[in-house]
């Protein structure tokens, strides 16, 4: 079935998208003010995914700004114009369901999971949370010790920010390059106008994708949502089009080498990698399995050299991230300081050796497989679904089919993870190194 484009769809029409195999039916209904409502029906199923997804991340933050958009996944839950912060909590808890939101660079998401029976209620709350939220000054200056301790936990964890050094290592100080969660300072010198204007200007109509999967009826779910957006629905312009993804393009603004972090630390934590590949980029499944065959299980070529047949590491693995013209490729590893040497060694060697001769058969086959379970494991609940069916509006433009998505990662051949492996792996290499070692440590043949 040809994908049909939001921005091509007559307002307050409703597309069908997709007729699933195992009997899903995705629709698609665009609103006055270019809002999306997507849904994913899926007989059979007791529980409801809801989540409205804001095409707003870390990403979009100009330096004076860093942090708004986790900020703000903090302040709409402290209360909106109709429910105070304990009255939002309370009516999923009363529930037995579950509510949450995370930030991540190019978007955020605000969902519930209930029995189907109380999908009313969270679409209610979550679209109250989404749209009316107050970000009073007093809960501002509360979040912001909140949003403080958030970031100390993540320093106390350098197995979590030495990705955070990763990425700015390779990005430098561009938004990519930047955490999410925004910098100490950042966080101190943020103003409730300055949120407070980030939220006005970003959480539009346009700029919000809905997203339902469970049993549920498309027609009834199109009602609640214009129930529970009607402040928002009240003055949508019906000549407003669903925003197109912003064309964005990153240049590693750092030069490949070393980047360490002196701490005090049992573990050396490290990330040895480079720029990857967009998340539009055709060769991607490619990369999929080759990251599978790298680093991707217990049986990858990483895991084996490095865990089972040396015991230099607890935790080893690669992966990949993708985002909008730009991407990384990298390979992390825990080890004790004194064998640091080898195992940035063997994960150097791994990675020249695939980039130059690419993997095998066996590992080709192994690979699809992994990903081939894993993807369709995956699916099997409401918030899985959700998300793939959230991001793939919001982010992709496109909702693949199950049938489709294990398709071309069926038909990724060992000549194409050649290809990739030699173009995304035969880059200039960075490295990220979180441990007890001195400003001056000669890290440098990781790099060569």
């Known amino acids: 079935m040809k994908t049909v484009l939001a921005a091509d769809q007559p307002v307050g029409s409703t597309r069908t ?4 195999a195992d009997g899903g039916l995705v629709r698609r209904t665009v609103l006055p003010g270019g809002l999306r409502v997507v849904t994913e029906r899926i007989p059979g199923v007791r529980s409801v995914s809801f989540g409205v997804w804001v095409g707003v991340g870390s990403r979009d933050e100009s330096p004076r700004q860093q942090g708004c958009s986790h900020y703000l996944e903090h302040l709409l839950f402290k209360g909106t114009v109709r429910r105070s912060a304990l009255e939002i909590s309370s009516a999923i808890d009363a ?9 991540a660079k190019e978007y955020t998401c605000f969902y519930a999971r209930v029995l189907d029976e109380d999908l009313p209620v969270a ?6 949370v989404v749209s009316s939220a107050l970000v009073l000054p007093a809960d501002v200056e509360s979040e912001r010790g909140v949003i403080l301790e958030e970031i100390a936990m993540n320093e106390d964890d350098p197995a979590d920010s030495v990705h ?22 950042s966080i101190r010198g943020l103003s409730r106008t300055t949120i407070n204007g980030y939220y006005r200007r970003n959480y539009t109509l346009d700029n919000l994708v809905v997203s339902v999967v469970g049993n549920v009826d498309h027609a009834t779910v ?3 949502v214009k129930r529970g957006l009607g402040p928002l629905l009240a003055d949508a312009d019906p000549s407003v089009r669903p925003a197109a993804a912003r064309p964005m393009t990153a240049s590693t603004k750092a030069k490949p080498g070393v980047h360490l972090s002196n701490r005090r630390t049992e573990q050396a934590n490290l990330v040895l990698g480079v720029p990857g590949l967009s998340r539009t980029d055709d060769r991607r499944y490619a990369l999929a399995v080759l990251n599978a ?3 991707g299980g217990m049986s990858s070529r990483l895991f084996q050299e490095v865990r089972e047949k040396r015991g230099l590491a607890y935790s080893v693995y690669s992966y990949a991230a993708a985002y909008n013209g730009a991407g990384l490729f990298g390979v992390y590893a825990g080890c004790a300081p004194a064998k640091v040497d080898q195992v940035l060694d063997l994960c150097q060697t791994e990675l020249a050796r695939v980039a130059e001769h690419g993997i095998t058969n066996e590992e080709l086959t192994r690979g699809k497989g992994q990903l081939r379970g894993s993807f369709v494991l995956g699916m099997e609940d409401t918030s899985s679904r959700m998300v793939r069916v959230g991001k793939g509006e919001l982010v992709h433009g496109e909702i693949l089919s199950l049938d489709e998505s294990l398709r071309r990662f069926a038909a990724v051949t060992l000549d194409e993870v050649r290809e990739v492996a030699a173009a995304v792996l035969g880059a200039p290499r960075t490295l990220a190194v979180i441990g007890p070692f001195k400003q001056g440590r000669d890290f440098s043949s990781a790099v060569a």
């Open 17 to 20: 998208l997709l007729r699933e």
């Open 164 to 185: 955070d050094a990763f990425a700015q290592a390779v990005f430098g100080d561009t938004p990519l390059g930047r955490p999410i969660l925004g910098s100490t300072q």
């Open 293 to 295: 065959a790298l680093g």
């Open 123 to 128: 679409v209610d709350v979550i679209c109250d």
């Open 95 to 103: 529930l037995g369901g579950e509510m949450n939101a995370f930030t």
């Open 222 to 224: 199109v009602k609640m």
